[in-house]
């Protein structure tokens, strides 16, 4: 079974508009990061919300977490060309041999702006 | 803010060939992880390492693959007869702990490896 799965995959708007993706895992979590990656490049890391924290935000980024739906949301307002990347989210595989994590991406989203 | 590094940013190699991606991680952290994003697709887990040896291994870390430390400060991953699908993003990142609370893993930019 897939662990964080985004929808959309794919989302184009106007800049200004507000774009909203969505994350649904399956297994309790911890907490859940949302990830921005530009075309080939680096992943970085946007936010962290933790599993009592329902909401949170980071400049033009509010994220929410409902952990009875077992799902996120990522809303970035007023957005910009900039903004055109891939975004995923991330929660946390615990082994529990071993007491180390491993992330487990979602397929992500890919946005793009338009100008 | 403190860094993880990864040279080279990309690299081509011929099939059969040997590669090894290297990793500076942040000093003090004690925990090395390696993920692999094939083109258009997740971000997967491949290895974690700690204390000089394998944590845990995806299924995707065959033995085809192997990590070292062979200093205080890189971290490599080496792929020792590189096929074509190898072709992917390579990530390396570090933790400070291993606790499941999940954050203080940092990623670096990457390593884009070309198998031709």
């Known amino acids: 079974s897939q662990q964080g799965e985004e929808d959309p995959q794919a989302l184009s708007i106007q800049e200004g508009e507000n774009a909203t993706m969505n994350c649904s895992y399956k297994?309790?979590?911890?907490?859940l990061q949302w990830y921005r990656q530009n075309s080939g490049r680096g992943l970085v890391h946007l936010i962290l919300?933790?599993?009592?924290?329902r909401e949170k935000h980071s400049g033009r980024l509010r994220v929410t977490l409902d952990t009875s739906k077992k799902s996120s949301s990522l809303l970035i307002t007023a957005s910009r060309a900039a903004d055109t990347a891939s975004y995923f989210c991330?929660?946390?595989?615990?082994?529990?041999?071993?007491?180390?994590?491993?992330?487990?991406f979602g397929t992500g989203t890919r946005l793009k702006v338009l100008a | 803010e403190p860094e993880v590094t990864q040279t080279p940013s990309h690299q081509v190699t011929q099939m059969g060939q040997e590669v090894i991606l290297r990793c500076v991680p942040i000093?003090?952290?004690?925990?090395f992880y390696w993920y692999r994003q094939i083109l258009g697709q997740k971000v997967e887990f491949l290895v974690s390492?700690?204390?000089?040896?394998?944590?845990?291994k995806s299924e995707i870390f065959d033995d085809q693959f192997s990590v070292e430390r062979p200093d205080g400060s890189n971290f490599t991953l080496k792929i020792r007869s590189t096929k074509l699908e190898d072709s992917a993003m390579y990530f390396c990142?570090?933790?400070?702990?291993?606790?499941?609370?999940?954050?203080?893993?940092?990623f670096g930019s990457g390593t884009r490896l070309t198998v031709v």
């Open positions: 990142a570090s933790s400070e702990t291993k606790g499941v609370r999940g954050d203080g893993y940092t």
């Open positions: 297994t309790s979590i911890n907490n």
């Open positions: 919300i933790r599993s009592n924290e």
């Open positions: 991330a929660t946390v595989h615990a082994y529990i041999t071993s007491g180390t994590y491993k992330y487990i």
């Open positions: 000093s003090n952290h004690l925990y």
């Open positions: 390492f700690y204390n000089n040896e394998i944590s845990e």
